[in-house]
């Protein structure tokens, strides 16, 4: 028999522990999905990226910092070999094999007992294609597929975009991209993307395309604001379609318009791409409306990356605390002692109520329901760490009202 030799099915991880070997670029590609289904995920590796990283600081991986060790694939029910070393991969497929376990090995997908997909997210469907081991016509096809079902035709023969595309990737469910968005990340050969942008959507991308982490991981590892323009124009310079990739909407406190001025110096066409903004899609997936008639006709969106009273600060706290609408804050859970200080002191009333809500429009997604006054205390007992949304004002107690609908 030729073709596919391959079953393609379904697998519920559900609450099921997952072992992946390995904590590189493949395993940042395949751990979002694997995250995304529940599974209990465990890594071993000695190091890992700055975006797997923040997938173990967040809990949603439980990283075991050393190198693979015979045994440690025991009670696992599906195994993921993404190291550099065929020999590691051997040694873990090995082990899987006599546990009877399903092992994918990304360096030679033929030499394990199950193969990952090219896979894409379409309207509540999870679209899969397989082709062999050959992955660039999987992904190829996958692409054609996805491309069909969200236009209703195939894919045209138009001219490849070039420069530069800053795309908002939305607050961080995959399926909030705008349709332009996933277009052009579909036709990118680079992708530079933040931390905030959807992980989920990297791993539709073929194996050709260069994905950059360029993930500002807060009070740790950076890269600068420079290098990422000069990334930007070098590649483009080099003839390669770039996506620069980012959580919510480019221009919404995300630089997008440093990256456009860079590139424009440069003589390198940029498409912007406006993205849903998490400063009102994450409220609203919490059932907060920033605005609503009879309570709210404002709306004021305010970073917290700089305290109150900081010279370098360009909000006048004074001013937003006597509004009576709507404030979100972004970027605030660090110094919401500080925030909630210079409001009450201003004279906004101390049971203002106020709501948190973290990680919004992904499966992690918590909301905290407080005041004022008390926010700061409750986001240190919730354990509530970035990225959260806070939303002060009387917009903030309107979901227990739809509750009781």
Request: hydrophobic share 45%; glycine share 10%; aromatic share 4%.
């Amino acid at each position: 028999m030729t073709g596919e030799q391959h079953y393609l099915a379904g697998l519920d991880l559900a609450g099921r522990r997952v072992v992946v070997v390995g904590g590189g670029t493949v395993a940042q590609r395949r751990l979002p999905r694997l995250v995304g289904s529940g599974a209990r995920v465990e890594l071993v590796s000695p190091a890992v990226t700055p975006a797997v990283q923040t997938l173990v600081d967040s809990g949603a991986v439980v990283w075991h910092r050393r190198p693979y060790a015979s045994g440690d694939l025991e009670g696992a029910w599906y195994v993921l070999c993404c190291t550099s070393s065929p020999e590691v991969n051997a040694a873990v497929s090995a082990e899987a094999e006599r546990l009877r376990v399903f092992c994918v090995r990304a360096d030679a997908g033929s030499a394990g007992t199950a193969v990952t997909p090219a896979t894409g997210d379409h309207d509540r469907m999870l679209v899969g294609v397989l082709a062999g081991g050959d992955h660039r016509r999987s992904a190829a096809v996958r692409d054609s597929l996805l491309a069909a079902l969200r236009s209703g035709v195939a894919l045209d023969d138009a001219a490849k975009p070039v420069g530069v595309a800053l795309v908002g990737g939305g607050p961080g469910d995959p399926d909030l991209i705008t349709v332009r968005g996933r277009r052009l990340l579909a036709r990118a050969d680079v992708v530079i993307a933040d931390r905030l942008a959807p992980a989920e959507l990297l791993e539709e991308l073929p194996p050709s395309v260069e994905v950059v982490d360029a993930a500002k991981i807060p009070y740790g590892r950076a890269a600068s604001q420079d290098a990422i323009n000069e990334l930007l124009v070098s590649h483009a310079r080099a003839g390669r379609f770039v996506v620069r990739l980012k959580g919510g909407d480019p221009f919404v406190f995300g630089r997008g318009f440093e990256e456009a001025l860079a590139c424009a110096a440069a003589g390198v066409p940029v498409t912007v791409v406006p993205g849903v903004t998490s400063a009102f899609a994450v409220p609203a997936a919490a059932d907060v409306p920033v605005t609503h008639r009879g309570v709210a006709h404002e709306v004021v969106v305010v970073s917290g990356h700089v305290a109150p009273g900081d010279p370098s600060s360009l909000v006048d706290w004074a001013a937003l605390a006597r509004l009576r609408g709507t404030i979100v804050l972004l970027m605030a859970v660090e110094r919401i002692a500080l925030f909630a200080d210079a409001l009450v002191s201003g004279g906004r009333p101390a049971d203002t109520p106020v709501s948190v809500v973290q990680e919004g429009t992904t499966r992690g997604q918590r909301v905290v329901p407080s005041t004022l006054d008390k926010v700061a205390d409750d986001v240190v007992a919730e354990g509530i760490r970035p990225p959260a949304i806070i939303v002060i004002g009387p917009v903030a107690a309107l979901a227990d009202e739809l509750g009781g609908a």
